[in-house]
């Protein structure tokens, strides 16, 4: 039986992940005969099950990833089966389950349909070490290396906490630069890149620099620290943090979560920090010739107009200082606290402003 892995550009790093895991695995663009694998997020899920359900080919259907973790049940009406959340030790074991035609039931961490339509749930599994892992095969699919896997905030339009757990996991540094040296560009995955070593509240800047140190030691690298796709949450951007970007690192930017100007829609999505701490975080990045990338969401469930305005005001001051914005809508994924939420519309004057921005280069996004 032939193990197929649904290659789509956009699910690059997820794949690059799931490639290694499993032996003689065929990359497609289409559904095949054998074991189709798909990694989806919420944005791909419609044309996804489209895809799956019109497929006229003799396949059993597995899916992972965000959205399938966040909503077992809705994937199920396409699928056969669900990985819920890691996947690193769950699709070797179901695939080997199904390949030996065994009782899949044993399997921890997946969810199916019995023959009577009924939805099962297997014991949850528990959060792998990451170094047991490789971040990708290089001969097959490469991708930026996660360092860091969790995040404790429990922001509520985030999935990162429900799929990957609120206790932070690093990989260790030998790991990294094992993988590093497949790249002369070295990017990386984490919630927050500063919390590299720390339990994502309390910062250990000192684990920070001996990482960026042994890369660096490597020669001939350009370290990409805090940008995409990773970013840094505002209060762990300091003066000290700054310097070890500046003194290793290649890039003279990085991307910063501030998420909204209300301290009030701060509370209430858990963020965990004020606006005062994103100012801070904006001034000491031109302080130190780094100019900030800073992403924000609109549309949170009873967000007010003014409280748009407050995140407008403080794009504009970003924008005027010189810095660059991101801005979403946003949107209520599965598994999360705003899964069913209907997000508040973007006033007209704010969607005209922010539309003026963009037209002169200032902000990037989808804000409607």
């Not at 990294?176 to 590299?196: C, E, G, P, T, W």
């Not at 007010?304 to 407050?310: H, K, P």
Request: charged share 25%.
């Amino acid at each position: 039986m032939d193990i197929c892995l649904r290659w789509k550009r956009k699910n690059a790093f997820s794949l690059a992940a799931l490639a290694p895991l499993l032996p003689d695995i065929r990359r497609v663009k289409a559904p095949t005969d054998g074991i189709m694998i798909y990694s989806l997020v919420t944005r791909q899920a419609a044309s996804v099950f489209r895809e799956v359900e019109n497929a006229t080919t003799n396949s059993i259907f597995v899916a992972g990833g965000p959205h399938p973790s966040g909503d077992p049940e809705g994937t199920l009406k396409y699928f056969d089966y669900v990985v819920i959340g890691e996947g690193e030790e769950t699709l070797p074991e179901l695939v080997r389950a199904l390949k030996e035609e065994r009782d899949v039931s044993t399997v921890k961490g997946i969810a199916y349909k019995s023959t009577d339509g009924k939805v099962i749930y297997t014991p949850k599994r528990e959060p792998i070490e990451l170094d047991d892992y490789p971040c990708f095969d290089p001969h097959l699919i490469k991708a930026p290396i996660e360092i860091s896997r969790g995040c404790p905030w429990k922001c509520k339009y985030c999935q990162i906490p429900q799929m990957f757990g609120c206790k932070v996991r690093h990989r260790s540094i030998d790991s990294i630069v094992k993988y590093a040296q497949h790249y002369r560009d070295l990017r990386f995955v984490s919630s927050n890149s500063f919390a590299y070593g720390s339990d994502g509240v309390h910062p250990r800047f000192d684990k920070v620099e001996k990482l960026l140190e042994a890369l660096y030691a490597m020669k001939n690298k350009d370290i990409y620290f805090g940008t995409f796709p990773s970013e840094v949450r505002p209060e762990f951007v300091t003066d000290g943090s700054l310097e070890m970007v500046n003194k290793y690192c290649t890039n003279d930017r990085i991307s910063l979560g501030a998420q909204s100007g209300s301290e009030r829609v701060l509370r209430d999505i858990h963020r965990g920090h004020s606006v005062r701490e994103v100012e801070i975080a904006v001034e000491r990045c031109f302080e130190h010739g780094i100019t900030p990338t800073v992403d924000f969401i609109l549309g949170f469930p009873d967000e007010t107009e003014e409280e748009q305005q407050m995140s407008l005001e403080l794009i504009k001051w970003i924008c005027i200082k010189g810095g660059e914005v991101r801005a979403h809508y946003l949107e209520p994924l599965p598994g999360t606290p705003y899964a069913q939420v209907s997000p508040s519309k973007v006033s007209e004057k704010v969607n005209s402003e922010l539309g003026k921005l963009a037209l002169n280069g200032k902000i990037t996004g989808s804000w409607e």
